[in-house]
C-alpha cells in the first residue's frame, strides 16, 4: 500500500520527466533551427536559454523533492546540499530573465514603426545574447551575496528525511536572512513589472491592431498578421501563466517559515513552482509555424 508521500513523489517525478523532455525538445528543436535551418530568429536563442534554464529547475527541484519524499538516504554532504541549494536559486532566477527577456522582445518587435520603440527593432536582435551574458553575471553574482550572507540549508541526513534541500524556517532575528529575502523580493518585483508592462503593451497593440485589418481583406496581409498574433498571445499566457504560480509558490513558502507551519505549504509552494517550466516548453512548441514539421514528427 502506497503512503501519500510515495504518491506525491510519484506525481513531483512525472512532471518533472515531462516538463524536462519538453525542454529538451524545445531545446533541440530551437537549436536545430538556429544552427542548421536557414530559417533563424533572433527568438530563437532567448527560447534556447528559456527551455534550459527551465531543465534546470525541473532536475534540481523536482529529483531532490521526489527523492526526499520517498526517503531515500542522503549521500551528499553539507557542501553537496548547498550546491544545489544555490543551483535551485540560480535556474529559477534565469527562467525569470529569460521570460521577461522573451517578453519584451516580443513587445519590441511588434510595436508600430511610428512609435517609440521602432529605432529598437533593429538594435534588440543584436542585444540578445549581450543580455543572455548580463542576465548570467548578474545572477552569478547574486549567487555569491546568497553564499556569503545567508547560511544555505545544513544537511540532517536520516533514512527518514533524506537530503534537506528545501525550505527551512526563518529565522527573523536574523537580520542578514531577512536583508536577502527583501533584496530577492525586490529583484522578483522588478522582473514582473517588467513583464506585466510588456504585457499590457502587447494586448494595446493586438487590440488596434484587430481594429485596423477588420477591414482589410487582402489574403496576404492577413496571414502575415495572424502569425505575429499567435506568437504574441502565446507569449501573453506564458506571462500569465508564469506570474501566476510565481505569485502563489513564494506564498505558501512564507507561510511555511511562521509558527503553525505544515508540510503540505511547502509541498504546495514546490509544486506550484514546477508547472510553469513543465508547461511552458509545450506552448511554444504548438505555435512555432517556423519548426520543421519533418523534424516535429521525427
Given at each position: 500500500?502506497?503512503?501519500?508521500?510515495?504518491?506525491?513523489?510519484?506525481?513531483?517525478?512525472?512532471?518533472?520527466?515531462?516538463?524536462?523532455?519538453?525542454?529538451?525538445?524545445?531545446?533541440?528543436?530551437?537549436?536545430?533551427?538556429?544552427?542548421?535551418?536557414?530559417?533563424?530568429?533572433?527568438?530563437?536563442?532567448?527560447?534556447?536559454?528559456?527551455?534550459?534554464?527551465?531543465?534546470?529547475?525541473?532536475?534540481?527541484?523536482?529529483?531532490?523533492?521526489?527523492?526526499?519524499?520517498?526517503?531515500?538516504?542522503?549521500?551528499?554532504?553539507?557542501?553537496?546540499?548547498?550546491?544545489?541549494?544555490?543551483?535551485?536559486?540560480?535556474?529559477?532566477?534565469?527562467?525569470?530573465?529569460?521570460?521577461?527577456?522573451?517578453?519584451?522582445?516580443?513587445?519590441?518587435?511588434?510595436?508600430?514603426?511610428?512609435?517609440?520603440?521602432?529605432?529598437?527593432?533593429?538594435?534588440?536582435?543584436?542585444?540578445?545574447?549581450?543580455?543572455?551574458?548580463?542576465?548570467?553575471?548578474?545572477?552569478?553574482?547574486?549567487?555569491?551575496?546568497?553564499?556569503?550572507?545567508?547560511?544555505?540549508?545544513?544537511?540532517?541526513?536520516?533514512?527518514?528525511?533524506?537530503?534537506?534541500?528545501?525550505?527551512?524556517?526563518?529565522?527573523?532575528?536574523?537580520?542578514?536572512?531577512?536583508?536577502?529575502?527583501?533584496?530577492?523580493?525586490?529583484?522578483?518585483?522588478?522582473?514582473?513589472?517588467?513583464?506585466?508592462?510588456?504585457?499590457v503593451y502587447m494586448i494595446l497593440i493586438l487590440y488596434k491592431h484587430k481594429k485596423h485589418v477588420s477591414h482589410?481583406?487582402?489574403?496576404?496581409?492577413?496571414?502575415?498578421?495572424?502569425?505575429?498574433?499567435?506568437?504574441?498571445?502565446?507569449?501573453?499566457?506564458?506571462?500569465?501563466?508564469?506570474?501566476?504560480?510565481?505569485?502563489?509558490?513564494?506564498?505558501?513558502?512564507?507561510?511555511?517559515?511562521?509558527?503553525?507551519?505544515?508540510?503540505?505549504?511547502?509541498?504546495?509552494?514546490?509544486?506550484?513552482?514546477?508547472?510553469?517550466?513543465?508547461?511552458?516548453?509545450?506552448?511554444?512548441?504548438?505555435?512555432?509555424?517556423?519548426?520543421?514539421?519533418?523534424?516535429?514528427?521525427?
Amino acid at each position: 500500500m502506497l503512503t501519500s508521500d510515495e504518491i506525491l513523489g510519484m506525481v513531483y517525478l512525472l512532471l518533472t520527466v515531462v516538463g524536462f523532455l519538453g525542454n529538451c525538445i524545445l531545446f533541440f528543436l530551437n537549436s536545430f533551427n538556429f544552427l542548421i535551418v536557414h530559417r533563424t530568429r533572433p527568438k530563437n536563442l532567448i527560447i534556447i536559454h528559456l527551455a534550459f534554464s527551465n531543465a534546470m529547475v525541473l532536475l534540481f527541484r523536482g529529483i531532490p523533492t521526489t527523492t526526499r519524499l520517498w526517503r531515500v538516504k542522503c549521500l551528499l554532504d553539507d557542501t553537496g546540499i548547498k550546491i544545489i541549494t544555490y543551483v535551485q536559486t540560480l535556474s529559477r532566477s534565469l527562467s525569470l530573465c529569460s521570460t521577461c527577456h522573451l517578453s519584451v522582445f516580443q513587445a519590441i518587435i511588434i510595436s508600430p514603426t511610428n512609435s517609440i520603440w521602432a529605432q529598437l527593432k533593429k538594435i534588440a536582435p543584436k542585444c540578445i545574447i549581450p543580455c543572455i551574458l548580463l542576465c548570467w553575471i548578474f545572477n552569478l553574482l547574486l549567487i555569491m551575496i546568497l553564499i556569503l550572507y545567508h547560511d544555505a540549508p545544513k544537511n540532517r541526513t536520516n533514512n527518514k528525511y533524506g537530503c534537506n534541500t528545501g525550505y527551512r524556517y526563518l529565522d527573523r532575528y536574523n537580520k542578514n536572512q531577512l536583508k536577502m529575502i527583501i533584496i530577492m523580493c525586490i529583484y522578483d518585483s522588478l522582473f514582473m513589472c517588467l513583464m506585466t508592462f510588456s504585457s499590457v503593451y502587447m494586448i494595446l497593440i493586438l487590440y488596434k491592431h484587430k481594429k485596423h485589418v477588420s477591414h482589410i481583406h487582402s489574403n496576404s496581409v492577413s496571414t502575415k498578421i495572424s502569425h505575429e498574433t499567435v506568437a504574441t498571445q502565446a507569449i501573453l499566457l506564458l506571462m500569465s501563466i508564469f506570474v501566476c504560480f510565481n505569485v502563489f509558490s513564494p506564498f505558501f513558502a512564507v507561510l511555511f517559515y511562521f509558527k503553525y507551519a505544515h508540510s503540505w505549504m511547502i509541498h504546495a509552494s514546490v509544486f506550484l513552482s514546477l508547472w510553469y517550466p513543465v508547461v511552458s516548453p509545450f506552448i511554444l512548441i504548438s505555435i512555432d509555424s517556423q519548426i520543421p514539421r519533418t523534424c516535429v514528427h521525427r
